[in-house]
């Protein structure tokens, strides 16, 4: 009888302790997959930036080349600053009758 029991026992202890492991293997192959996971969105993020960089750049070579080319019937358009609006830059300033507080 007692036979008996140490064998259950001995069954039970391997049963937990196949369960143990194989919890520890699910979350490390989690873990594993999580990694895979964030490389891949790492490379698409870098992808995306080169992209954008080489997009920023073609955009400064059209601007440069539409700059050339209108400069030469144009001579203000090469500076944008005289075909701004003058009063575009001034700040507003209060009057003396409001109740303007500088903070």
Do not use: C, F, W
């Amino acid at each position: 009888m007692q036979a008996v029991k140490d064998k259950l026992q001995d069954m039970n202890a391997m049963r937990k302790a196949r369960a143990e492991a194989k919890a520890q293997e699910k979350a490390e192959k989690e873990i594993a997959q999580a990694r895979v996971d964030i490389a891949h969105e790492v490379r698409l993020a870098k992808e995306a930036e080169a992209q954008m960089d080489l997009h920023v750049t073609k955009a400064g070579e059209r601007a440069e080349k539409e700059i050339e080319k209108h400069s030469s019937t144009n001579p203000n358009a090469a500076n944008p600053d005289v075909n701004a609006n003058p009063n575009a830059n001034a700040t507003a300033m209060p009057s003396k009758d409001s109740t303007y507080t500088a903070m």
